[in-house]
């Protein structure tokens, strides 16, 4: 059985000027390839190693296929299509103005998901949800500890956090908050992805 958290959307408002909070899961555990292909091996006469060796071959596939600029569709499960960005410290082109960014000034940023319907009706049908209350902090009564640890609560349920998160689970103020998440990802007690405004904080790599 699932948990979900309800999570507030800091770039939304409602008429009265009140943030709305919006269901997410609790993720509680990651799968990972060799469970997968010990639970699939049950299902099929493959063995585990054969379907690890599948699932590696799998991404070396689509890996392939998405750099030669295809989406790829695998039926009951979903879509995938890449997306780019500029590398660091090029500036974008802009209009009315010289300069066209090349190749090398590019490269892929991230996988694009979107699952199929069959694959999200599947999950309607065979899941059951039960709430898991992640309390909101009050910034005078809470301590470091304490906030770090909502923030590795609402990533373990998000996969993510963005300063906005921060400051509607802590109450800081953003500044305060922004200081606070470089502190923690400096330490290492958070990873984290991109840089400047689009900064996401994750949790730390564990294997370093």
């Given at each position: ?7 507030p959307m800091s770039n939304r408002k ?59 569709y695998l039926d009951g499960i979903g ?85 906005r998160d921060y400051v509607d689970l ?39």
């Amino acid at each position: 059985m699932a948990k979900y958290i309800m999570a507030p959307m800091s770039n939304r408002k409602t008429t009265e000027g009140n943030v709305p909070y919006y269901p997410r899961v609790l993720i509680e555990h990651r799968t990972n390839s060799e469970e997968i292909a010990q639970m699939l091996s049950k299902y099929t006469s493959f063995t585990k190693g054969d379907i690890l060796g599948v699932i590696s071959a799998l991404g070396e596939v689509i890996a392939s296929e998405l750099v030669a600029g295809h989406a790829v569709y695998l039926d009951g499960i979903g879509r995938f299509s890449p997306s780019l960005k500029l590398k660091d410290g090029v500036e974008p082109e802009q209009e009315h103005k010289e300069g066209h960014r090349n190749a090398n000034s590019i490269e892929f940023y991230s996988i694009n998901f979107r699952p199929s319907k069959e694959l999200v009706n599947i999950c309607n049908v065979k899941g059951e949800l039960t709430r898991a209350k992640i309390h909101k902090s009050d910034p005078m009564n809470s301590t470091l500890e304490d906030r770090y640890q909502m923030a590795i609560n609402y990533i373990k349920a998000s996969g993510f956090l963005k300063v906005r998160d921060y400051v509607d689970l802590t109450g800081l103020s953003r500044n305060r908050a922004s200081q606070e998440l470089r502190e923690l990802k400096d330490r290492g007690s958070l990873g984290g992805r991109g840089g400047g405004s689009h900064v996401v904080y994750i949790l730390p790599d564990t294997t370093k």
